[in-house]
């Protein structure tokens, strides 16, 4: 079983839909919790952490579920600029700062 | 201010060659890594380093040499290239401590023919 799972996708999405994805990890130990967004052929950016009680920014919102080991990224109001990959990243507890990264699940959003 | 910068930005390498991929950073920051990223495998840490002068394994090791001589700067090396290094390659680096976030370079598009 991988560390940190998600499908893949795509998830094709219209304009101004609202869109959920979700997360599963293996090591309940794990302490912190990212999503990272990467577009097209370029370098993993920080999109935001997650929080235990749940955390919004802006249109993005996301939230853990430590008893099913679950993260998920909620996406409201999609915009064309949405469209990239979403990794969800995981640091297990006692690896310094090594973080364990998702495959990434694909959005695209469509006029 | 540069944040994280890599050299070269793609490389065609023959089996058998060697090559040195240059990461450089002006943040400061003490942690530095290096990743390979493949289709359907995600983001996997080849080496990190946790302050000049130290290097550790990561998860895909083999095949690799790192040093970090300098603060800013972390070399990633291939001694003898196998087409199963064909990869994109990334740096990233992070402050210590109870700060995680991970800022990445633009990446290296390797393929070893």
């Known amino acids: 079983r991988k560390e940190v799972e998600q499908d893949p996708g795509p998830f094709n999405v219209p304009e101004g839909a609202t869109v959920a994805f979700n997360c599963t990890y293996s090591?309940?130990?794990?302490?912190?919790f990212f999503w990272y967004r990467q577009d097209c052929r370029k370098e993993p950016k920080l999109l935001m952490s997650?929080?235990?009680s749940g955390n919004e920014d802006g249109r993005f919102t996301a939230q853990l579920n430590r008893a099913s080991q679950y993260i998920s990224l909620l996406i409201r109001d999609s915009k064309l600029s949405d469209s990239a990959t979403y990794l969800c990243?995981?640091?297990?507890?006692?690896?310094?700062?090594?973080?364990?990264f998702g495959t990434g699940t694909r959005l695209q959003v469509t006029l | 201010n540069a944040g994280v910068t890599q050299t070269p930005k793609f490389r065609v390498l023959k089996t058998g060659q060697s090559m040195t991929l240059l990461c450089a950073q002006d943040?400061?920051?003490?942690?530095m890594y290096w990743y390979r990223q493949d289709p359907g495998m995600g983001l996997r840490l080849i080496h990190y380093?946790?302050?000049?002068?130290?290097?550790a394994k990561g998860e895909v090791p083999d095949g690799y040499n790192v040093s970090r001589l300098k603060k800013q700067n972390f070399l990633l090396g291939l001694e003898s290239a196998a087409p199963s290094q064909t990869s994109v390659y990334f740096c990233?680096?992070?402050?210590?401590?109870?700060?995680?976030?991970?800022?990445f370079g633009p990446g290296t598009r390797l393929l070893v023919l």
């Open positions: 990233a680096s992070s402050y210590a401590g109870t700060q995680e976030t991970q800022y």
């Open positions: 090591n309940s130990a794990s302490q912190s």
């Open positions: 997650v929080y235990s």
């Open positions: 990243v995981v640091k297990p507890t006692g690896t310094a700062s090594k973080l364990t």
């Open positions: 943040m400061n920051h003490e942690y």
């Open positions: 380093s946790v302050g000049e002068g130290t290097t």
